[in-house]
C-alpha cells in the first residue's frame, strides 16, 4: 500500500518559517493533483493549497502571500514553503493526493499520516 509521508514540521516563532515535503513510498505511474489541508484543535480540516500536474496552484485566502506550494515531479513530492507564520497557523499539516500506481489503476485518493506545525507567539 503506497503512502505518503510528511515530514519538515515542528514548533516555530511567530514571523518564522518552515518548509513541509511529503513524498509517495514508492515509484507512481501518475500523479494528478497535489494538496496539503491542515486542522487546528476544535476545528475542521481545511484545504491550504493545492498543485495541479501543469503546475497551476490554489491558496486558500489565510495564506496567500505566505505560502508556496511546488511539487518535484521526477521524486512525486510536494513542499510547502511557510513564511511569516502566525500562531493561528497551528494545525496538523495533511498531505494529500490523486495517484494512479499502476498503469492498469484508477486515480485513487490518498492521505498522509500528518504533521504538526506549532507557531509560538
Known amino acids: 500500500q503506497v503512502q505518503l509521508v510528511e515530514s519538515g514540521g515542528g514548533l516555530v516563532q511567530a514571523g518564522g518559517s518552515l518548509r513541509l515535503s511529503c513524498a509517495a513510498s514508492?515509484?507512481?505511474?501518475?500523479?494528478?493533483?497535489m494538496r496539503w489541508y491542515r486542522q487546528g484543535t476544535g476545528n475542521q480540516r481545511e484545504l491550504v493549497a493545492s498543485i495541479y500536474s501543469g503546475g497551476s496552484t490554489n491558496y486558500a485566502d489565510s495564506v496567500k502571500g505566505r505560502f508556496t506550494i511546488s511539487r518535484d515531479n521526477a521524486k512525486n513530492t510536494v513542499y510547502l514553503q511557510m513564511s511569516s507564520l502566525k500562531p493561528e497557523d497551528t494545525a496538523v499539516y495533511y498531505c494529500?493526493?490523486?495517484?494512479?500506481?499502476?498503469?492498469?489503476?484508477?486515480?485513487?485518493?490518498?492521505w498522509g499520516q500528518g504533521i504538526q506545525v506549532t507557531v509560538s507567539s
Open positions: 514508492e515509484s507512481i505511474f501518475r500523479v494528478n493533483a
Open positions: 494529500n493526493a490523486d495517484l494512479q500506481i499502476r498503469v492498469e489503476d484508477f486515480l485513487k485518493n490518498y
